[in-house]
């Protein structure tokens, strides 16, 4: 499914990213802009800050920053297209689906699967490093001496590269 750019453009600058983001981050006014604890890392103190004006969030802490569609992504959890299209339906858009030649199609299937082979293989790689550390007591004690739990290696998923990886 391609959705067109503008149609993006559009939604992006009807959607009011203060309320979208303020539905799951308590904001208060600061100024000329919304503050808030980052919903991204913890924190004491607030230093996400969303715009009105600018249709955009921005964390001053982690440096997490984006617009409605990208906030719903990575706090939500939701594809582009779901974004997009929950998005639309509060805003009371219909998604276009931009049609394409058969050839368009298929070079766009195509590159669908080439990304999803891509993803999987780096999300195989990640596993392996991560079982790599968790057999090397030398690196868990690298990590800990550096002041990393293992939550905290698990949450940025790190891991350990031996000098061979079996």
Do not use: W
């Amino acid at each position: 499914m391609a959705i067109p750019q503008t149609f993006i453009q559009e939604l992006i600058a009807r959607a009011d990213v203060v309320e979208i983001v303020g539905r799951y981050v308590p904001l208060k006014k600061g100024g000329a802009n919304f503050m808030g604890l980052c919903p991204f890392h913890g924190e004491k103190s607030p230093s996400f800050s969303v715009s009105p004006t600018k249709q955009f969030y921005h964390c001053f802490g982690c440096g997490k920053n984006g617009n409605a569609i990208s906030f719903l992504m990575d706090h939500a959890g939701m594809t582009f297209i779901e974004a997009v299209k929950d998005l639309a339906q509060q805003y009371g858009m219909q998604v276009p689906e931009e049609e394409g030649t058969p050839q368009d199609r298929a070079r766009a299937q195509e590159q669908r699967e080439k990304q999803h082979t891509l993803t999987s293989v780096l999300e195989q790689a990640g596993d392996a490093y991560r079982k790599a550390l968790k057999d090397s007591p030398r690196a868990i004690a690298y990590f800990k001496g550096r002041g990393l739990s293992g939550e905290v290696a698990k949450q940025f998923g790190l891991g350990y590269a031996p000098r061979r990886l079996a």
